[in-house]
């Protein structure tokens, strides 16, 4: 009788604990919204972070503002290191961890700026409103 309770109490906890894990894996989706957009002096801020691809996938930002996308790298060994932006004629290998500050010029309403590594595995979107 009381090795049942007990091992009815260890599926209990077995249970809890695998729900536990699945729901800290949702909570790190890289395709979450969060707060990637800052205004310092006149100028829009946008934070990427790299690394087995690009996070967030998609950012809402300001149009007719001059904007600097940080894209950020942290022992990034993967090849979303190696960024392309078409629109932008940008083109460059990050490095393995630091911080790259890449200058946009003004964009217009309604333009969706993307970033693709050099393979087009990985990419990112920026929409201007
Ligand atoms: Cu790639």
Redesign the pocket.
């Known amino acids: 009788m009381k090795s049942t309770i007990i091992s009815i109490l260890i599926a209990i906890v077995l249970i809890g604990g695998a729900v536990f894990l699945v729901k800290g894996k949702n909570d790190a989706n890289p395709g979450e919204v969060k707060n990637n957009v800052t205004v310092v002096d006149g100028k829009q801020i946008i934070e990427i972070d790299v690394k087995g691809g690009y996070s967030p996938k998609v950012t809402t930002a300001k149009a007719d503002m001059p904007t600097v996308i940080k894209m950020k790298t942290s022992g990034t060994f ?3 290191s ?1 960024l392309t932006i078409p629109s932008i004629s940008y083109q460059k290998n990050l490095p393995q961890s630091g911080v790259t500050d890449i200058e946009v010029p003004a964009q217009k309403v309604g333009t969706n700026l993307q970033g ?7 990419n990112f979107s920026v929409n201007f409103i």
């Open positions: 993967d090849c979303s190696a693709i590594c050099s393979m087009g595995m990985y």
